[in-house]
């Protein structure tokens, strides 16, 4: 059950753009002021080594499916029903959607600010990104989906080139467009498409504050985490 005082925000953007560093300064802005805020997704990403990581992930993943079995299958049905290019890769945006939908649920419990960089919007974007949007979209009309939605979304945004250079200089393949490189100018083009078509299907459903950035150049940080921190605060009672 969702709790007064529980505000659930979303950081959404390409991978490359900056969601999970603005995510953690405008964490750090709001924890200085006294605020109480929490970052479940980063948290987990960042926080913890990977044995206990993967354990965290599958505890998740298993109470969003024992709790919620009805709209955990609806879930799997119409991400399965969706063409990926292979079944490990159409496993785990399944397994990452179970995780983010209970990872929403779960803050939606305690009052406070609670900023995801990871969440459900994103998770529907991976899902729709080799396949036809509109079956991945498909995923706002599940009950489950509504009530993991963020209150607030922070469209992070970027030059395609700034992104591609950003992805190329990172030491890991977090995303699929860092592990398919000759893949990478088509896939973030359709990205970027996709982005804003999932910014008018939220629109749409009159369920979240949009609030748009741009972190074309990494000194652009600092003036963004003031601008999102000020409209949070706004939104949320002051840090």
Do not use: C
């Given at each position: 059950?969702s709790?007064?005082?529980a505000v659930?925000?979303?950081?959404?953007?390409?991978?490359g753009?900056?969601?999970?560093e603005?995510?953690?300064?405008v964490a750090?802005?709001?924890?200085k002021?006294a605020?109480?805020v929490d970052?479940?997704s980063?948290v987990l990403?960042?926080d913890m080594?990977?044995?206990?990581?993967?354990?965290?992930?599958?505890v998740?993943?298993l109470?969003?499916?024992l709790s919620?079995p009805v709209?955990?299958?609806a879930?799997?049905?119409?991400i399965s029903?969706?063409r990926?290019r292979?079944?490990r890769?159409?496993?785990?945006?399944?397994?990452?959607w179970?995780l983010?939908?209970?990872l929403?649920r779960?803050?939606?419990?305690?009052p406070?600010?609670?900023?995801l960089?990871?969440?459900?919007?994103?998770a529907m974007?991976s899902?729709?990104?080799?396949d036809d949007s509109?079956a991945a979209?498909?995923?706002?009309?599940?009950?489950?989906t509504?009530?993991?939605l963020?209150?607030?979304?922070?469209?992070?945004?970027a030059?395609?080139?700034t992104?591609?250079?950003r992805?190329g200089s990172?030491?890991?393949g977090?995303?699929?467009?860092?592990r398919?490189p000759g893949r990478m100018?088509?896939?973030?083009?359709r990205?970027?498409?996709?982005?804003q078509r999932?910014?008018?299907?939220?629109?749409?459903?009159?369920?979240?504050r949009?609030?748009?950035?741009?972190?074309?150049?990494?000194t652009?940080?600092?003036d963004?985490?003031?601008?999102?921190v000020?409209?949070?605060?706004?939104?949320?009672?002051?840090a």
């Amino acid at each position: 059950m969702s709790q007064p005082g529980a505000v659930l925000v979303e950081f959404l953007g390409l991978p490359g753009v900056g969601k999970s560093e603005l995510s953690r300064r405008v964490a750090d802005r709001f924890t200085k002021g006294a605020g109480t805020v929490d970052q479940p997704s980063y948290v987990l990403a960042h926080d913890m080594g990977k044995a206990e990581r993967r354990l965290w992930k599958s505890v998740h993943v298993l109470r969003e499916f024992l709790s919620h079995p009805v709209a955990s299958i609806a879930a799997i049905r119409a991400i399965s029903a969706t063409r990926q290019r292979s079944r490990r890769t159409r496993w785990k945006l399944i397994f990452n959607w179970l995780l983010v939908v209970d990872l929403a649920r779960q803050a939606r419990r305690h009052p406070g600010l609670h900023l995801l960089d990871q969440g459900v919007l994103q998770a529907m974007w991976s899902v729709a990104l080799d396949d036809d949007s509109d079956a991945a979209l498909a995923l706002l009309r599940v009950k489950a989906t509504r009530l993991a939605l963020p209150d607030i979304v922070v469209l992070v945004e970027a030059d395609l080139a700034t992104v591609q250079q950003r992805l190329g200089s990172r030491p890991h393949g977090d995303s699929r467009l860092d592990r398919e490189p000759g893949r990478m100018p088509e896939l973030l083009s359709r990205g970027e498409a996709l982005l804003q078509r999932i910014r008018v299907a939220v629109g749409q459903l009159d369920r979240a504050r949009i609030i748009s950035v741009r972190n074309d150049a990494d000194t652009d940080l600092q003036d963004l985490t003031s601008t999102v921190v000020q409209a949070l605060a706004a939104g949320h009672g002051g840090a």
